[in-house]
């Protein structure tokens, strides 16, 4: 009985340990322009375990893609173990992967829900935000940088008959590469950040 009570015991002791390993990770919420593209650009970064699309940053509930989304920033979730990935490297991987001069949107998307931005969860993520962009100020001197850094808010996952937008890249290949190439954004990300694009 002591035997089978170890074994128990034992597997209890595994089973929850495992629950608070899957319980370390943690969320990065960045606005990029197209969210189909942010998906993609973060899913294949080591460390990632989830990018979820959506909106963020605005005040209207329950933000839709082809409904009401004024004042949101189309945007992506990014979960991550911090022990494989640093927030700096999620920061880091975000700047090479967007247009940060433009005050107009992202590549061929316009608008203020195309728009880049940071949103922060506190003054550590604050802190690493601003030293990044500081760095990126510092070597494009003869540039505006207008990416914000902003408080997050709730993110809102894209849901219900628009749920297509989650994984389109993988879903749909063919129509997901030509918008990618239409819209310039690696050869624009190339013109910027040169090998350090990561694609």
């Known amino acids: 009985m002591k035997k089978i009570l170890g074994l128990v015991l034992t597997s209890s002791v595994l089973f929850y340990a495992s629950l608070g390993y899957a319980d370390q990770t943690e969320k990065a919420i960045l606005a990029g322009g197209c969210f189909w593209c ?4 973060f899913e294949k970064l080591p460390g990632v ?5 959506g909106f963020t940053g605005g005040k209207i509930k329950n933000p839709s893609y082809n409904g009401d989304h004024r004042g949101h920033y189309e945007a992506v979730e990014i979960t991550y173990d911090p022990k494989i990935v640093s927030y ?7 700047w090479v ?3 940060p ?4 949107g992202q590549f061929c998307d316009k608008g203020p829900s195309y728009l880049s931005a940071i949103f922060v969860a506190n003054e550590q993520e604050r802190e690493l935000a601003e030293k990044t962009k500081n760095a990126v100020i510092a070597e494009f001197s003869d540039k505006t940088v207008v990416t914000p850094i902003l408080n997050a808010s709730t993110f809102y996952p894209i849901k219900g008959e628009e749920s297509y937008h989650q994984d389109y890249y993988k879903n749909n290949p063919i129509r997901y590469n030509a918008y ?8 624009r990300l190339q013109d910027i950040w040169g090998e350090r694009a990561t694609h």
């Open 38 to 41: 942010m998906e993609s650009d």
């Open 49 to 53: 375990t989830d990018v979820v699309s």
């Open 88 to 94: 700096q490297a999620i920061l880091d991987h975000y």
């Open 97 to 99: 992967n967007i247009d």
């Open 101 to 104: 001069f433009d005050a107009r």
């Open 180 to 187: 990618r190439w239409r819209c310039g954004r690696d050869s």
